[in-house]
């Protein structure tokens, strides 16, 4: 979308073999709260983060925000002991961050230590379809297509954007990045109007506009996509020890997807050459636990990557007719 949006020169066609609501970004909790990527640098992430921020920020205050399942939610994060970095690079794009009062932390007994703040919640699935409902009125066509080789494409496309999270494992060999399986339920509770997020980063609940997610666990290297139902009962039971009105809960959904984990989102460009023909490749993939919470300042990247290669390919053909 961020593509179509900023290099109108260009007819882009989306190929994938799964779509909504049929992806890992389907499974996401939705929540803006960053994960860390060791391999990039700070300043870069909160940016890619405050540009998501202030994207989804905006719907939220727009009349679209109930379609896009956008909304701004209040809570906690709780630690049982006091964190090393009790102000996180994130602190000041979120709203209203600090630290939590003795009054709030009696909630939880089992917790020392706690910040206060408001985010934005996103509920995927409506997302997705009000992503791909824009995609289709700037004129963008999707079609069903497992891609076995990028190379496959260069007969059709001048530029190829690769965003396919843990499916870059085989399409391009990726073995730096590797599938951490997170499981999670989706719950009828609408009484429960916080979030809570236990800071170890494991169990946390996230009110969405229809349902709560409940959440999770992390388990490296794992690719099995079948929900394991002693790991839904384990889950269901830390949520209840953090909330205990949980218990009357109703109607719980299992989802489980493959976060593309890897030391730092591959947000570049790779020329692919082959018997003197070159493909344009922009990466953008490995986005791990924190993808929705940077997903569009990372598009935004790569929307620019794209104009380079643009312009690139452009002053190439003026060399050639010269
Ligand atoms: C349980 C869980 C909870 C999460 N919660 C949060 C959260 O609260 N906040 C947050 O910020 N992040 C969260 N995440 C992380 C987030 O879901 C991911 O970082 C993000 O969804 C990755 O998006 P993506 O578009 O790269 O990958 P995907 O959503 O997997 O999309 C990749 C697409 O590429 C397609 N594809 C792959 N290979 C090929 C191929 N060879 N040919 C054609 N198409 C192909 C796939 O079909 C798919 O449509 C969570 C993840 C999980 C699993
Ligand atoms: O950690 C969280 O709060 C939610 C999340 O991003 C995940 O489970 O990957």
Redesign the pocket.
Known sequence: LCIAETCPSCSVMVLSDQFSPNTTSDV??G?L?P?TYSGTPIHVQKQWFKETFTYLFAISNSAEASEAGIHLVSGWQVFKNTPKEELPFWSDVVLGFRPMSEAELQKFPQHLFGQAFTTLKCDCPPYLLWLEKRLKATGVQMYTRKVADLWELHSEYNIVVNCAGIGAHQLVGDEKVFP?R?Q?LKVHAPWVKNFI?DGD?LT?I?PGIHRVTL??T?EKESWSLSPDPGTTKDIFDRCCSLEPSLRGAQGIEVKVGL?PSRWCVRLQTEVLSQGGVKLPVVHNYGH???G??VHRGTAKEAARLVRECIAALQGSTLRAKL
């Open positions: 996401a909790a929540i709260i994960h951490v997170g999670v997020r980063g946390y996230y959440g999770g992390r976060r791990g636990a924190g929705f919470s």
